[in-house]
């Protein structure tokens, strides 16, 4: 399968522990993306990489929210301490700089309790 | 600020017939424009864009129809199929003369549910 994968697929945590997820982009993608989507709304910007630059960060990225992209391939992003508002499907796309389409994963759905 | 915006939540309709979802958008930087479908439990797909140098763009059952001077966009699917029950998302992108693209900006959806 050579689309964009995440993992793992569910995490149930107590609050206050931190969380890390992992996504792996189509290989020739330059660009990476984390998404958040809670019920009812679409899916809100994180964050984005181009390569291993983090090119961008929204204001809903608060300090205990950190994601890296070492060598331009695999992304992590870690929660800190988490909170009950956490509790989300948090997204990985894909895409190239030079397209607008972006190629989702199916996503990691946090439940902090 | 939703600067996309699906203003019908839901949208019920028989199979065979048409389906028509809307969006609006108010950020005139916007220049390329997506729709998604999205299955419960997993992430978005991807089905069709158009870049605002167009006003129609069709890939089979599917067309995106732009109005950039009423900031309105539509996805016609003819005929629906009971297997288009989904949620579907638009979205955009300001890409403003250059020559790469950043972050999709996704209105809230709608639900369309294809009745057999």
């Known amino acids: 399968d050579t689309g964009v994968s995440q993992d793992p697929r569910h995490k149930i945590t107590k609050r206050g ?12 993608h330059n660009r990476l993306y984390w998404y958040r989507q809670t019920l009812g709304q679409g899916p809100e910007f994180l964050t984005y990489f181009q390569n291993e630059a983090q090119l961008e960060k929204s204001r809903l ?17 870690e929660i800190q301490r988490t909170e009950q508002g956490d509790s989300a499907m948090y997204l990985c796309a894909s895409s190239l700089a030079e397209k607008g389409e972006a ?7 946090l439940t902090v309790v | 600020d939703q600067q996309v915006k699906q203003n019908s939540p839901s949208l019920s309709v028989q199979e065979g017939r048409i389906s028509i979802l809307n969006c609006d ?3 005139s930087m916007f220049d390329y424009f ?11 797909t991807f089905l069709i864009s158009i870049s605002s140098i167009k006003d ?28 288009d029950s989904a949620v579907y998302f638009c979205a955009a992108l300001a890409n403003a003369g250059g020559t ?7 209105g809230q959806g709608t639900i369309l549910t294809v009745h057999p």
């Open chain 1, 17 to 28: 522990q931190n969380v890390t997820f992992r996504c792996d982009p189509i290989s020739e």
């Open chain 1, 61 to 77: 990225l608060s300090d205990r929210f950190s994601a890296e992209r070492p060598k331009g391939s695999f992304s992590t992003l």
């Open chain 1, 103 to 109: 190629f989702f994963g199916q996503g990691t759905r």
């Open chain 2, 25 to 27: 958008y108010t950020n």
């Open chain 2, 34 to 44: 997506l729709w998604y479908k999205k299955y419960p439990a997993e992430g978005p």
């Open chain 2, 56 to 83: 129609k763009n069709e890939d089979g059952r599917f067309t995106v129809f732009l109005n950039k001077s009423a900031k309105h966009l539509s996805l016609h699917i003819v005929p629906s199929q009971p297997g």
């Open chain 2, 100 to 106: 790469s693209y950043g972050k999709l900006t996704f």
